[in-house]
Every structure is written in C-alpha cells, then in structure tokens.
C-alpha cells in the first residue's frame, strides 16, 4: 500500500523483484483512496488460492491472484455498514470489523454471518461503547469453533453464531497506539498490546495476562510480533521477540564473530552468546528506564553510601509526645567543640617560649596496643 492518504493504492510486487531483477510494480487502479487491506489464502488446500482485499471508504473489495498479465483479477465488492477497521483472511472467509462487531463472508459461496449478536445481551455494551475493531483471531481447537474479538479496550470470546462462548474476557490495561496497524499484533497462542511505555503479552487459550515488557513506543513490523522497532534513550532500536523455551529464533540473526566484524562502538548495549547445535546465538542486553526512574535519579540521599547499624539496640519505643522531656539534652556535638576552644586557649596560654624547643611525637597504634 503506497503513497499519500489521498491517493493511496495497493501495487502488487512480483517475488522476482526483490532478487534484484528489473520487473514492473503492477498497480491496481480500484484500490485508489484505500486505507487498509489485508492478504490471505482461500482455503486449506493449495488449489484454493491467495486472495488479497481491500478497504475503501465504506466497502471492501476482494481480488484473487493469478497468473494473468496484471496478476490478479476483481471477484467482488461488499458494502459495509460502517467505516472497515479490522480485515482478515481467515481459512477462505473474509473477515470484516468496524466500530460495533465484526462480520464474516465467505469467499466462495458469499455466505455472511455476524460475529456480534445483539440478542446476546452481555453483548449490548459493544452497542454504545463505540470501542474501534482491531483484530480477529481464530482460537478454535478442533472442530470448535470460537473467535477472539479485539476493541480498543477489550476482547471478547464469540462462538460462530455470534454469542458469547466465555464468560471471562481480556481487559487491556493501557491504550494501544493510535498508529493504525500497530496496536496489536499474534502469534499463536500470543496477543501482544502496543502502547506508549510497554508491551503487554496474553495467552488467548487461557485468557491470561501472562508478560509485561517495559519498551517505550514499541511497534511490529509486521502482523507477527517477533521483529519489533522501539525507542531506548531516545534512539530507535530493532527487537527481535522469541520464546525462552524454543530451540531457534524465526529470523536467522547474523553472528558477528564468525564473520570477523566488529560491534559498532555506538551499540549501547552488552552483547551475551549461548552455544546451541554447534553455532552461536548472541544476545544484545538493553537496559531501559522509565520516567519513574529518572525523577528518583536526582534524589542524592539515595545514592549515598550509607551502611546500616552494626551496634543498634531498640531500648524503648517512642510515640507522639514522647520527646517531650528530652527537651532539657544536651547537644554533644556543639559541648565536644566548645570543650576543645577552651582546651586550646589554656594550652596557649601555657605555651613555652620560642627559646625553648617543643618536640612533637607520632606514634603509629598497633593492633596489640
């Protein structure tokens, strides 16, 4: 999708261009003024295709890739009733989301069904909310089928008739980012919500909040949630997301020792290796602060190196009004310095003369002393 709001359209590249090869960018002219589109396959089956659809204004059209000239051929217009906030392909239905619900279409018998029943009254919040539509997510295990519906603020669990299928529902706990397609991102079984100062990771199957990760304006780089771009110290920064517990990350990262390349001296950070199958996987560790971090900076009491009582021993407890008679104590510290003028005026008053020599002793105190 390319170009300005105004006239933004769709161009389909073919794979043989991004080897290097001179080929044309094939522009698809009734996408002119779209804003979102989506890209998917018509079924489980290889025969079934690639479908790509896109939004324009109030409806949605739906092409299929070939192996024509322009590669790609119109096979239908849908009105929507609202503005199209969400589009996915979902195994050869077209999934559609606005402000209100969702709506699904098959793209072969053009057979529709709404994912938000209104007869279901758990469900008349979503009616007067006006929560924007971002995502659907197929959750269903077998031959269940059950749907993951993803507003602005909440998400909610639909069966195929459109009613709710769990009691429980995911509450996000801060605002997505206001970049479209940006706010959230999946990845089996993972939900994770982009907002200004951290990423927070559910697991759909379970309905569970299960990671907070503190990266400020982090964004996807693609529908997945593995390669992400965020802002450490004001300076922007590639991060690969992976699971702990799989045996090899879905990029293949570069190793800089094998290659004999030096870091960049500007890297910022600490780069850790982990030896796995006879190759290196090296690590960059980031240190990140947050706005509460920087205002406890300037405290300096907290950075004085202040050790703890060796010797302390809790005589009495003292509570409100209890000073009262320690009024009448005397403050040693300034009797100490008033002690040591006075000493120091009688010993120059008792002074020898400048005849007489005054030898000055130091002595060294040893531990047996």
């Known amino acids: 999708m390319l170009g300005p709001s105004r006239d933004r359209h769709i161009r389909l590249i073919p794979v043989s261009a991004i080897d290097g090869r001179e080929l044309k960018w094939i522009k698809v002219p009734e996408t002119k003024n779209c804003h979102n589109f989506s890209v998917g396959r018509g079924g489980a089956s290889i025969e079934s295709g690639r ?4 939004a324009v204004k109030k409806s949605v059209t739906v092409f299929r890739i ?6 790609h051929h119109k096979l239908r217009d849908y009105a929507m009733p609202g503005t199209p906030q969400a589009l996915s392909i979902i195994e050869g239905n077209l999934c559609v989301g606005w402000m209100t619900g969702f709506r699904m279409w098959n793209l072969q018998d053009h057979s529709q069904k709404a994912l938000v029943n209104f007869e279901d009254a758990s469900l008349q919040f979503l009616n007067s909310s006006q929560y924007d539509a971002h995502l659907i997510i197929d959750v269903g295990c077998g031959d269940a089928e059950e749907y993951l519906l993803v507003f602005s603020k909440i998400g909610v669990y639909v069966g195929p008739d459109g009613r709710r299928s769990r009691s429980q529902e995911i509450m996000f706990p801060c605002a997505p980012a206001q970049i479209p397609n940006t706010g959230f991102a999946y990845t089996a079984p993972h939900l994770c919500v982009f907002s200004e100062m951290q990423i927070d990771i559910f697991n759909v199957r379970s309905s569970e909040w299960i990671q907070t990760i503190n990266l400020k304006k982090a964004q996807p780089l ?3 949630p593995n390669l992400l771009l965020c802002m450490v110290n ?6 690969l997301l992976s699971e702990i517990l799989a045996d090899e990350d879905l990029l293949n990262i570069p190793n800089w020792a094998s290659r004999g390349d030096s870091l960049p001296s ?3 950070g600490v780069i850790s290796g982990t030896s796995f199958k006879g190759f290196t996987k090296r690590r960059r560790k980031l240190s990140v602060k947050a ?3 920087e205002q406890k900076a300037g405290d300096r009491r907290s950075q004085l190196p202040i050790s703890g009582p060796s010797d302390f021993v809790h005589i009495v407890h003292m509570g409100p009004g209890a000073g009262l008679e320690l009024q009448n104590l005397i403050d040693l510290k300034n ?6 003028n006075s000493s120091a005026s009688s010993n120059l008053q008792n002074s020898p003369s400048a005849s007489e020599s005054v030898r000055v002793e130091t002595r060294t105190p040893t531990c047996g002393s």
């Open 222 to 224: 693609s529908l997945s």
């Open 234 to 239: 004001d300076a922007p920064y590639m991060v």
């Open 51 to 54: 479908f790509f659809c896109v």
């Open 335 to 340: 009797s100490a310095s008033a002690s040591l």
């Open 266 to 268: 500007n890297s910022g």
């Open 66 to 71: 070939d192996r024509s000239d322009k590669r």
């Open 291 to 293: 706005a509460r971090d």
